[in-house]
């Protein structure tokens, strides 16, 4: 059977939730036995979001194989429960980055190189990569920003050469839009809808699903209106409302029939739904019985997105530890010795997150050194493991001018040092340690007793490592690597002796933590603390009753 496709672009406006309809269709396929796989296509420039700042365009999903992809890869993946690579994202500057190598090269004979055909069937051939594949039965294209932008038209225009190509037969296409409510007229308004839809339509490509995006529920008369002005049935124009949860999608996109509609479009063979288990998840994630406070300190806290694998990795442990996991976003910069116990009160657990550069780094040793002394459960990712390295060596082995050569180059204990192989480099797009490697663990560690297993495979994105010239001083104070690279001896994961649970990881875990596979060190993170916090209410409660009983009993005056 050949590869089908199904293209959902996106128009009114940004930031509708095409990442979270595409994998939700994604689920909802899945589970009737299509195996499914998606692309995002991105408009912009930069081959690749790795040198963007985070408050630009969000975290940097890293995939299995090094790739440095859009954050929508993420939510794939935690979605369907499959690996991503480098070829399931695909961006403008990689297109014309690929076009202008073939030319040098000769490729196109001497023949004037045009967006259209040159640029446009590269774009189709990064999108048949995919679909060429025995082991996929439908790829969904997600087509990045909003249509009318000037940066997608050639998106759209290889989407519509494609639909003529592969045929209508094996093609749908989705259109994600807006219909607003205008409270001083008090109704949903179809509009913007329509209007976005003749724009589509003006690029050749008529959609046959139109998913609309609302605060408030579509009536009969408003989908029948979208129907007649926009030329699908009424079946095919799809409520997506907000969710509680982004979990709860697929389900909220199965009610609205959306993979109903796409099943007969695409004439899939389909075994019965089996969402069972997705129902059981979403409903721990809804109605947890317990829930805990953890702190995450990083810098770029004002913009969610920067730590989106993160907080959805504490989700997936909430659920499995059947806890709502509350996080508490304490930005770095503004941690000082002086405030640090107000700031992280009543957190049961401190997370402190990765990053580049040396703003707030101070503030996220501080929240270490405030970890370690209260014996509050502590997990650093990346440079979060980099600080506590730097604080235990402050703090324990007493070298106060300790710290990381990417903050001081002429610190006299660089205990965090540039990898040997980084310093001829000079670039900065994928030329870090970049995707999985492997990582053999002491039996008896944390990260051994979490895993089940001595060896274990992870990603990584970084360019400074442990120095290995301190490893022994730092393991006589008690700061354990617990965790190396077997072939070249890198230190990956670091715990300090005698603490409850302090846990400090060179890779990003994050990355690969699933619905279905939640990953174990934040599912043993938070089960330390929730012990934390029961420990913490114990003592305290003894407290209060033994203030209670030393109480001095109340006398009445004895009368005259």
């Not at 000037?150 to 190509?165: D, F, G, N, T």
């Not at 997506?240 to 899939?268: C, W």
Request: hydrophobic share 35%; charged share 25%.
């Amino acid at each position: 059977m050949p590869c089908k496709y199904i293209f959902v672009t996106g128009g009114v406006a940004s930031s509708l939730g095409k990442g979270i309809l595409s994998a939700s269709l994604g689920r909802l396929l899945a589970s009737r036995g299509v195996r499914v796989t998606i692309q995002k296509l991105d408009p912009y420039i930069n081959v690749d979001p790795g040198t963007m700042n985070p408050y630009e365009h969000g975290e940097v999903y890293v995939t299995q194989d090094g790739a440095e992809t859009d954050l929508d890869l993420g939510h794939y993946e935690r979605f369907l429960g499959v690996e991503t690579s480098q070829t399931n994202n695909v961006t403008t500057g990689r297109i014309y980055f690929d076009v202008i190598s073939k030319e040098r090269q000769g490729a196109y004979l001497g023949k004037t190189v045009q967006v259209i055909p040159h640029i446009t069937d590269e774009i189709k051939s990064h999108i048949y990569a995919l679909g060429n594949s025995d082991d996929i039965d439908v790829v969904i294209v997600e087509v990045g920003g909003t249509v009318g932008d000037i940066e997608s038209l050639p998106y759209i225009e290889a989407i519509r050469q494609m639909r003529y190509e592969v045929g209508r037969k094996d093609t749908c296409s989705i259109h994600l839009t807006l219909v607003p409510f205008l409270a001083a007229a008090g109704e949903l308004k179809t509009k913007p809808t329509q209007h976005s839809v003749k724009m589509l339509s003006e690029s050749g490509l008529w959609p046959d699903i139109i998913a609309c995006r609302s605060e408030f529920p579509l009536d009969s008369s408003i989908k029948q209106k979208i129907a007649q002005f926009c030329n699908v049935e009424v079946e095919d124009v799809i409520a997506s409302l907000d969710a509680e949860t982004i979990y709860e999608v697929p389900l909220l996109m199965r009610e609205e029939g959306l993979d109903e509609r796409v099943i007969q479009k695409l004439d899939l063979q389909t075994q019965t739904l089996d969402l069972e288990e997705w129902k059981a998840f979403v409903s721990a994630v809804k109605e947890p019985s317990q829930e805990v406070t953890i702190a995450l300190v990083g810098k770029y806290v004002e913009h969610h997105d920067a730590y989106k694998s993160i907080a959805e990795a504490f989700v997936h442990a909430g659920a499995k530890n059947d806890t709502k996991v509350v996080i508490k976003w304490v930005q770095s910069e503004s941690v000082t010795r002086e405030n640090v116990k107000e700031l992280l009160e009543g957190c049961s657990g401190v997370l402190v997150a990765p990053g580049f550069g040396d703003r707030g780094i101070e503030g996220k040793v501080e929240a270490v050194t405030y970890a370690r002394e209260q014996n509050i459960p502590f997990f650093g990712i990346c440079l979060g493991m980099q600080c506590s390295v730097v604080e235990v060596a402050r703090n324990l082995c007493g070298w106060k001018e300790a710290n990381s050569t990417e903050f001081d180059e002429a610190s006299s204990k660089p205990v965090i040092d540039l990898m040997d192989e980084q310093r001829t480099i000079e670039d900065k797009g994928g030329t870090m340690r970049l995707g999985s490697y492997d990582c053999t663990l002491t039996k008896g560690s944390h990260a051994f007793k979490a895993y089940g297993n001595k060896d274990i495979t992870e990603r990584h994105r970084h360019r400074y490592e442990f120095n290995n010239t301190y490893k022994d001083e730092l393991e006589a104070v008690g700061l354990l690597a617990t965790g190396v690279h077997p072939s070249r001896n890198l230190v990956e994961i670091v715990e300090l002796k005698d603490h409850p649970w302090f846990v400090g990881v060179q890779f990003h875990p994050e990355l690969k933590s699933t619905v279905s596979t939640p990953h174990p060190l934040f599912v043993d993170f938070v089960a330390a603390s929730l012990k934390h916090q029961s420990s913490r209410r114990s003592q305290t409660s003894q407290a209060s009753q033994s203030a209670s009983n030393k109480a001095p009993l109340s006398q009445e005056p004895i009368s005259p």
